[in-house]
Antibody
């Protein structure tokens, strides 16, 4: 059983929106802080956002503040990342993780005209 | 943001030989709670990262004991006792003491 599975990535035009999902299973999702980390293919890891266990507190990297929104539904064991105002530089593989262990397999977001 | 500088960036190693990766921080990574939140990750080609070590020297479940972490303050090291073929890929250090969490630029380990 894979503990975290991301979905929702794809090709979008600059200025567009996407909603990523991260489905959790096999562990007590509601007890973990969750994070999104992104990686331009072939490049390094960059932290994007985090949410605490009950969803009452969030934080963001400066590069996405005001454009991205992290949320969670503990009843559905699912984490989300709503991405608006997408830019070419947001193109990356987006990984979710539970306090940095475990990680999902990632979903690719491509922003291009 | 805290800057983590890894060296070397490329590490060719003969199978069965040891390997060592350094991670230096621009700030001391001791948290006000007394812990040092320095982690190490391994990413195989085409796969997601996997955490190997947390809080400097604690191995995650299932991580072979040939992997060890050490260090304090601003200087940290990941050592592999004897490199095996499955150890190829990129290794990253990461600090969680300060917001935002930041990663080193990565060290690519390859077999000679």
């Amino acid at each position: 059983e894979v503990p975290l599975v991301e979905s929702g990535g794809g090709l979008v035009q600059p200025g567009g929106s996407l909603r990523l999902s991260c489905a959790a299973s096999g562990f007590n999702f509601s007890r973990y802080w969750m994070h999104w980390v992104r990686q331009v293919p072939g490049k390094g890891l960059v932290w994007v956002s985090r949410i605490n266990s009950d969803g009452s507190s969030t934080s963001y990297a400066d590069s996405v503040e005001g454009r991205f929104t992290i949320s969670r539904d503990n009843a559905k064991n699912t984490l989300y990342l709503e991405m608006n105002g997408l830019r070419v530089e947001d193109t990356a593989i987006y990984y979710c993780n539970a306090q940095f262990d475990p990680w999902g397999q990632g979903t690719l977001v491509t922003v291009s005209s | 943001d805290v800057v983590l500088t890894q060296s070397p960036l490329s590490l060719p190693v003969t199978l069965g030989q040891p390997a060592s990766i350094s991670c230096r921080s621009s700030e001391r990574l001791v948290h006000s709670d007394g812990n040092t939140y320095l982690n190490w990750f391994h990413q195989r080609p085409g796969q997601a990262p996997r955490r190997l070590i947390y809080r400097i020297s604690n191995r995650d479940s299932g991580v072979p004991d040939r992997f060890s972490g050490s260090g304090s303050g601003t200087d940290f090291t990941l050592k592999i006792g004897r490199v095996e073929a499955e150890d190829v890929g990129v290794y990253y250090c990461m600090q969680g003491t300060y917001w935002p969490p930041t990663f080193g630029q990565g060290t690519k380990l390859e077999v000679k």
